[in-house]
């Protein structure tokens, strides 16, 4: 048993029993390897990463390559999850040295922490290109002892090269926004919905911006949108049968996904979708919505409120997507001949390479219902309800499988994001089970991440920009959701936090670290693929400002909006919550509910907000709520009905 077994992550407990040698990060892991001479190996990663499992059960659980760590390295094992501000710097690093970026990251360092080889997978021999991770132990080993200074001298270059650039502030203009839809569309894959090509990822802060477009008219971010969200929706990256969004997709037609489901990704997800339906009215966005919050309730939720993690992509490494994916003659023993026949219209099944089975297929749609019955000479109603009982015998077969495993951490970030996005559900559907279950968990987290005044993102480890910010943004969003005074004052009391130990006070925007963490701190805008903890910041800012009043929040959202208004334009697709807050900055929609939150009033402006991308501030009860754009104000509506068709395009 190595010095893993009582760590809170449960990647790192997961390798508590290896032979290696393994050292959480330390300054003690750093120490002995100054006393003994000797290199470090730091293997990053995360328990959903199934390549991360693969190279453990070739490697790391190797008895030879075992015993080359233990002997040639001081060896460190590090879950990007729980410190991803080390794990972004190394992955810059190994980047940098041309090593690629990803995980498994696999990383040697100096004792003084730099970095001077680095790769990601290494196959356990020679393999595709690939150099064999036992070769590649003893090279590195040779190297460090016969070279040391040459590798202290690149390690320092190596660092060097990641200071972060000055930004010099930049001016706004509102033609940034047509110029960012335009860079955006540009990646469009109108055949099969989507940006760029194969491996797709869905874009979670891309998509919101063209979905705050269409509100301006324009066709291109409509079609963009619905394509999107269509074309993921019936493809196989999304889990036909349980629910919820896996990670990715590695074709570019959503068909086969990299299996394993986050809580981020879930949560950008359900935003987009009830966006989608609150603003096109399209009935398969909120079925996909409900699908999101069906399965993250019953997977990623504790019963007692808080969000987990993830769920795995594995319960084996050689048996990759074994949990989701169907062979035909599982199909035949778990349906009826009626079933089968219903079923084997309306999925598609697309092969997926597997170490075990490559008669395997993932579900993806194929006909709809309707095609379904017109193909088989039946009733629309006849063939829904034979879809239904053959789904809901699948999940059950599914659900005998030995379950994948989920990471139970409460992430501040991840709670948050999710937090946020159940709000944002509840206010377009109305339905109250979400804003309890999403405000239960709201509290839970304050109440076990926020002691003494300092924040954590997770047991020990100190809360870092996003996990405030995305904090906040649930706390603005649980005031909206509930008029509730006190969510407001705490959001307030954490971005005065947040300021004071994150704000560039000099040029503005937000580092990512209190203090400097390998010799830097970092300012980014970019989505990763979730929305950039400085792009959420000025949202929540803009917000702020209008619901306090309090005209600072809004001149430091413009400072952050200046400082990265050169990259963003560089970064395009991957800026998409960057100009969500400059759409804000310039077009803002507000709504002041002078009215009891619980009203019909109050509720229909829950509704247009999900429409029209609207704040919400609550005030007096006059039984009214005054609706204002650019700073220009309309005439106080009294009436629910009259709120529902206003028309802010």
């Not at 810059?92 to 004792?111: I, N, R, Y």
């Not at 990715?248 to 981020?264: A, G, I, Q, R």
């Not at 935003?271 to 409900?290: P, Q, S, T, W």
């Not at 009626?338 to 219209?345: A, F, I």
Request: glycine share 8%; charged share 25%; aromatic share 10%.
């Amino acid at each position: 048993m190595n010095k893993l077994a009582q760590e809170h992550s449960a990647y790192l407990r997961h390798a508590a029993g290896q032979q290696i040698d393994w050292q959480p990060w330390s300054e003690e892991a750093f120490e002995q390897a100054r006393q003994e001479g000797k290199p470090i190996f730091l293997s990053s990663g995360a328990v959903w990463c199934h390549w991360c499992h693969v190279m453990a059960g070739e490697s790391f659980e190797n008895s030879e390559a075992a015993a080359l760590m233990n002997e040639l390295f001081v060896n460190i094992k590090l879950d990007r999850d729980e410190r991803p501000d080390i794990d972004r710097r190394y992955q810059q690093a190994v980047a940098a040295m041309g090593g690629g970026s990803g995980w498994p990251l696999s990383v040697f360092l100096t004792p003084e922490k730099e970095p001077f080889f680095g790769g990601t997978y290494f196959p356990p021999e020679d393999r595709a290109g690939r150099p064999g991770f036992k070769k590649v132990l003893k090279s590195v080993s040779e190297f460090y002892r016969a070279k040391q200074n040459d590798a202290v001298q690149y390690a320092a270059q190596v660092m060097a090269s990641l200071k972060p650039e000055i930004l010099l502030p930049g001016e706004l203009r509102a033609a940034m926004l047509d110029e960012a839809e335009t860079a955006i569309l540009s990646h469009f894959d109108r055949e099969h919905g989507g940006f760029g090509a194969a491996p797709k990822f869905p874009m979670p802060g891309a998509l919101e911006f063209l979905l705050r477009r269409c509100n301006k008219g324009g066709q291109g971010p409509g079609e963009a949108v619905r394509s999107t969200l269509g074309a993921m929706a019936r493809g196989g990256f999304h889990d036909q049968l349980g629910g919820g969004f896996h990670r990715y997709s590695v074709d570019e037609k959503w068909l086969v996904p990299h299996f394993e489901k986050m809580t981020d990704d879930n949560a950008g997800l359900l935003k987009n979708y009830i966006n989608g339906y609150a603003l096109f009215g399209d009935e398969r966005y909120r079925v996909v919505a409900e699908d999101i919050i069906s399965f993250t309730k019953g997977i990623l939720a504790d019963p007692v409120g808080g969000f987990f993690a993830s769920q795995d992509a594995d319960v084996t490494f050689e048996e990759e997507g074994g949990y989701f994916t169907w062979t035909d003659e599982e199909l035949r023993q778990a349906l009826s001949p009626k079933e089968y026949e219903t079923l084997s219209l309306y999925f598609s099944r697309r092969n997926v390479e597997t170490h075990r089975d490559e008669a395997r297929a993932v579900l993806s749609l194929g006909l709809n219902a309707a095609e379904v019955a017109l193909k088989l000479g039946k009733s629309a109603e006849a063939a829904a309800e034979t879809i239904r009982s053959g789904k809901a015998k699948l999940l059950g077969k599914r659900s005998e499988r030995k379950a994948l495993f989920v990471d139970t951490t409460l992430y501040t970030s991840l709670n948050g994001m999710m937090i946020a996005a159940y709000l944002r559900a509840f206010m377009t559907l109305g339905e109250r089970e979400l804003r309890d279950f999403a405000v239960k968990s709201l509290e839970r987290i304050l109440q076990e991440r926020l002691i003494d005044g300092r924040l954590y993102r997770a047991p020990g480890v100190t809360a870092m920009l996003d996990d405030y910010i995305h904090l906040i943004d649930a706390l603005l969003a649980a005031y909206e959701a509930s008029g509730e005074r006190k969510f407001l004052d705490q959001a307030e009391r954490l971005m005065l936090a947040c300021e004071e130990k994150f704000l560039d006070k000099e040029r503005g925007g937000f580092f990512d670290t209190e203090g400097d963490v390998l010799g830097t701190r970092l300012k980014n805008i970019e989505d990763i693929p979730h929305p950039s903890a400085n792009a959420v910041a000025i949202s929540a800012l803009l917000k702020l400002s209008f619901m306090t009043g309090n005209e600072s929040y809004r001149l430091e959202a413009e400072r952050a909006l200046k400082i990265f208004s050169g990259l963003a334009p560089e970064l395009g697709i991957h800026a998409g919550s960057y100009f969500c807050g400059l759409d804000a900055y310039f077009h803002m929609t507000t709504l002041t509910v002078e009215a009891a939150p619980e009203s019909a009033l109050a509720s229909r402006a829950r509704e247009l907000a999900g429409r029209t991308f609207a704040a919400i501030r609550y005030d007096k009860d006059r039984g009214r709520v005054i609706p204002c754009i650019r700073g220009a104000c309309l005439a106080p509506v009294t009436d629910a009905e009259a709120l529902t068709r206003l028309n802010f395009t």
